[in-house]
C-alpha cells in the first residue's frame, strides 16, 4: 500500500520543526504582557509546546478574532497549520504576519516559514 503524497510532506514540516527546536528555539515567539493577547498567546503557546496543537489553534483563532493584525498570534497559527500538514493555511497566515510585523529577525524567521509552507504545499 502507497503511502499518500501528503505523508512525506507533513514528515518534511515535522523534521523542519524538530529542527528548530534543536536548534534552541524552543519557544519562538514571546508575546509581551502588555499586549492584549498576551494572555491568550502564552496559553496557547503551552498548549503548542505540549503538541496540543488544535488545542493551541484554538487558542490563538480567538485571540485573532479579537485581534486579527497580530503577527505573534498568526505566526503561531500558522505554525499550528504547519503542524497540521496545512499548508496553504499555514503560508497564508505566515504571509500575514509578515505584512504586519515590523521586527526584521521576525520578518526573516516569516520569510523562510513562507518558502517551507509554499514549498511543501
Same mark, same amino acid.
Given at each position: 500500500?502507497?503511502?499518500?503524497?501528503?505523508?512525506?510532506?507533513?514528515?518534511l514540516?515535522?523534521?523542519?520543526?524538530?529542527?528548530?527546536?534543536?536548534?534552541?528555539?524552543?519557544?519562538?515567539?514571546?508575546?509581551?504582557?502588555?499586549?492584549?493577547?498576551?494572555?491568550?498567546?502564552? +496559553?496557547?503557546?503551552?498548549?503548542? $509546546?505540549?503538541?496540543?496543537?488544535?488545542?493551541? !489553534?484554538? *487558542?490563538?483563532?480567538? @485571540? &485573532?478574532?479579537?485581534?486579527?493584525?497580530?503577527?505573534?498570534?498568526?505566526?503561531?497559527?500558522?505554525?499550528?497549520y504547519?503542524?497540521?500538514?496545512?499548508?496553504k493555511?499555514?503560508?497564508?497566515?505566515?504571509?500575514?504576519?509578515? +505584512?504586519?510585523?515590523?521586527?526584521? $529577525?521576525?520578518?526573516?524567521?516569516?520569510?523562510? !516559514?513562507? *518558502?517551507?509552507?509554499? @514549498? &511543501?504545499?
Open positions: 500500500m502507497a503511502l499518500p503524497r501528503a505523508v512525506p510532506r507533513f514528515a514540516g515535522l523534521a523542519f520543526l524538530a529542527a528548530v527546536r534543536l536548534a534552541g528555539d524552543q519557544s519562538p515567539i514571546q508575546f509581551e504582557d502588555r499586549q492584549p493577547s498576551a494572555g491568550i498567546g502564552n +496559553a496557547g503557546l503551552l498548549l503548542f $509546546e505540549s503538541d496540543r496543537i488544535d488545542e493551541a !489553534l484554538g *487558542r490563538f483563532q480567538t @485571540g &485573532l478574532a479579537v485581534k486579527p493584525d497580530d503577527p505573534d498570534l498568526l505566526e503561531m497559527a500558522g505554525r499550528c504547519l503542524n497540521r500538514g496545512k499548508f493555511d499555514a503560508a497564508a497566515h505566515f504571509e500575514k504576519a509578515r +505584512a504586519a510585523s515590523t521586527d526584521a $529577525e521576525k520578518v526573516e524567521r516569516l520569510d523562510e !516559514l513562507i *518558502r517551507l509552507a509554499g @514549498g &511543501l504545499g
